[in-house]
C-alpha cells in the first residue's frame, strides 16, 4: 500500500479538517492544517465563495510548498439577502475583536431573521485544489445543501451554524446528525464527490 500523499487545507478551522480529513484518507491523501506550518490566514476581501477559495488556497501553496486544498463556505439566507454568506464565519465580528464564536454569529443569525417569517437557508461549500501557487488549471467544486434556519439551536455536534440548521427532508438538525450522517449529505460532501469525478476524469495529478 502507497503512503498517503500530503495536501495542506488552506485552514486552521478544526471542523474543518476534520470532515476533510475523512472524506480525503479514503482517496489517499493525508490533510495537514496551515497551522502546522506556522501559516496565518488568508486575507478573503472577495463577495464570492470562489474567490475567496482559490485566494485561500494560492496563499497556503505559496507558504508550504504543499499542494492546497481551500474551502469557503457558509450559509446563505435568501431573506437576508444572502447574508451571512461569505461573511459566515465573521457574522457578529466588530473592528474592536477578533473572530466571533459559532454561537455569538448564531446568536446573531437568529436576531436578524427574528421579523422574517421566510426561514429558507442553504449551506453552500467552495472547494478549490491547486498544485502550486501558480496553478493556471485549479480544481473547483460546488456543494449546496438546502434547508431552514430553526428558531433556537438543537445538538451539540458539528460546528458554525450546524445547531441552528434544519436540513430539507429531515426533522432534526445539522448538530443533531452522527459525522457519518453528516459526512455523506453535507455541502462540503457533496462539493468532495464533484472533486472526486474530476480528479478521477483528468490527468490532474499531485
Known sequence: MSEPRDLVLASGN????RELEALLAPLGYRVRSQSEFGVSEAAEPHDTFLENALAKAR????HTGLPALADDSGIVVPSLGGAPGVRSARFAATP???RPSDADNNALLLKALAA????TAMFVCVLALVRHPN????????????????ESPRGMGGFGYDPLFQPRGMT?????????EKNRVSHRAQAMRELRVQL????WVL
Not at 14 to 17: C, E, N, R, T, Y
Not at 142 to 148: F, I
Not at 172 to 180: D, F, G, N, Q, T
Open 14 to 17: 478544526a471542523g474543518k479538517l
Open 59 to 62: 496563499w497556503a501553496a505559496q
Open 96 to 98: 474592536s475583536d477578533g
Open 116 to 119: 422574517h417569517s421566510e426561514r
Open 135 to 150: 496553478d493556471p488549471l485549479p480544481l473547483i467544486a460546488q456543494g449546496v445543501w438546502p434547508g431552514r434556519v430553526l
Open 172 to 180: 432534526c438538525s445539522a448538530a443533531e446528525l452522527s459525522p457519518e
Open 200 to 203: 478521477a476524469a483528468t490527468s
